[in-house]
Structure formats: structure tokens, C-alpha cells
């Protein structure tokens, strides 16, 4: 069974770095592209960019490019997202999510929920 | 980027009745198009790809149509474990976009 399965919420404080965490199992976790969604306390979905496990290649949203970084450790099945300057405006739920090839989007995690609060 | 574009904001439908919800693209997506559900607290469901095509498990009241800018989903009869916000998504090109939503409620 595919599933990803993301790391806990957090709740951190302006200025304070994160990393959020994405394994991935049931499935070659190389060779499928793992993407992230944003999702604002009462907005709509935002793509925010996506990496290929197999050789680190990733695209980003110019809306989030330089904002956030996107790794990956194949030899755990775990994708990452991560900030180094958390801002109130990141707080946020987010979504990892696999590309599957024809359907992108096919599995999701359960999201994780960052709050950024002084 | 390519801006999609879904209306409307908000659909007020009785369960049993029928719903279309559409979407835009600024450019052609050709059929590189996909419809995702998603319920408070639960994970975004894909329901469509292809702009057509039903992924695995979605019961066949959904349908999508269309290709190039203009498309659609349709839910022939709705239940109440339908409603709940619906996006579309291209991923024809790079970076992959969202729409903002339909909120499918109760009327």
C-alpha cells in the first residue's frame, strides 16, 4: 500500500528554522516525484514545488523559489521541506504529495500544520 | 505561469441534484488537467485526471470534460459525503497550478 506519512505539527516563533519531513513507503520511492502544497488558513491550494528522489532534480513556484528549500534522502524514502527564516506568513497546513505519471497528484501525506507565532 | 480559473466561488445544490463546477486556463493545458476533492481535516483526493479519466475508487456520479482552456466536473447526483471544496489542477507545464476553488454546499 502507497503511503506517505508526514512529520507533526509545529509551532514555532518568527525568525526560527524548520524542516518538515515526507517518507514515503509501498512503493520505489526514487522513482516518483514528491511535490508540496501549501494550504492557508482558509485558502485554496498552492503548488509549491517538487523534486525527483532519484537524482535531486527540483522545480519550484516562483512564487516560493528562495523561500523555502526541497531535499530529499532516497536511502530513507523521506522528502523535506524546510525554512530558515520562519515568517507569520508561513503558518500554514502542508501537503506532500506524489506525481504519478499520467494523473500527478495521486497520493498525498496527512499534511502537517505549522504555526509561526511570536 | 498559467492561471486556472474555476467558477463558481461557491454552489449551492440539493443532494440528488446535480452539480458542474468549471475551470479556466490561460492557455492550453491540452488534457493535462485534474480535479482534487478535499473535506476539512482530511487530505486532498484525486478525483480526475486527464481531464477525463477517473482515478481508482471514485464512483462513477463523477465526470470530467474537456481540453485545451475549458473544463469541467460534473457529480450527476450528489450525496452527502460530496460536498466539500473542489480544485483543478494543470500539470501541463512548469510550475503546476491550482485554481482557488469551489466550495460545493448544501442547499
Known amino acids: 500500500e502507497v503511503q506517505l506519512v508526514q512529520s507533526g505539527g509545529e509551532v514555532k516563533k518568527p525568525g526560527e528554522s524548520l524542516k518538515i519531513s515526507c517518507k514515503g513507503s509501498?512503493?520505489?520511492?526514487?522513482?516518483?516525484?514528491i511535490g508540496w502544497v501549501r494550504q492557508m488558513p482558509g485558502q485554496g491550494l498552492e503548488w509549491m514545488g517538487i523534486?525527483?528522489?532519484?537524482?535531486?532534480?527540483?522545480r519550484y513556484s516562483p512564487s516560493f523559489q528562495g523561500q523555502v528549500t526541497i531535499s530529499v534522502d532516497k536511502s530513507i524514502s523521506t522528502a523535506y521541506l524546510q525554512w530558515s527564516s520562519l515568517k507569520a506568513s508561513d503558518t500554514a497546513m502542508y501537503y506532500c504529495?506524489?506525481?504519478?505519471?499520467?494523473?500527478?497528484?495521486?497520493?498525498w501525506g496527512q499534511g502537517t500544520l505549522v504555526i509561526v507565532s511570536s | 505561469e498559467i492561471v486556472m480559473t474555476q467558477s463558481p466561488a461557491t454552489l449551492s445544490v440539493s443532494p440528488g441534484e446535480r452539480a458542474t463546477l468549471s475551470c479556466r486556463a490561460t492557455q492550453s493545458v491540452t488534457s493535462n488537467l485534474a480535479w482534487y476533492q478535499l473535506k476539512p481535516g482530511q487530505a486532498p483526493r484525486l478525483l480526475i485526471y486527464g481531464a477525463s479519466t477517473r482515478a481508482t475508487g471514485i464512483p462513477a456520479r463523477f465526470s470530467g470534460s474537456g481540453s485545451g482552456t475549458e473544463f469541467t466536473l460534473t457529480i450527476s447526483s450528489l450525496q452527502s459525503e460530496d460536498f466539500a471544496v473542489y480544485y483543478c489542477q494543470q500539470y501541463y507545464k512548469w510550475p503546476r497550478t491550482f485554481g482557488q476553488g469551489t466550495k460545493l454546499e448544501i442547499k
Open positions: 504529495a506524489r506525481r504519478s505519471n499520467p494523473s500527478d497528484f495521486d497520493y
Open positions: 509501498g512503493y520505489n520511492f526514487a522513482t516518483y516525484w
Open positions: 523534486i525527483y528522489p532519484s537524482d535531486s532534480d527540483t
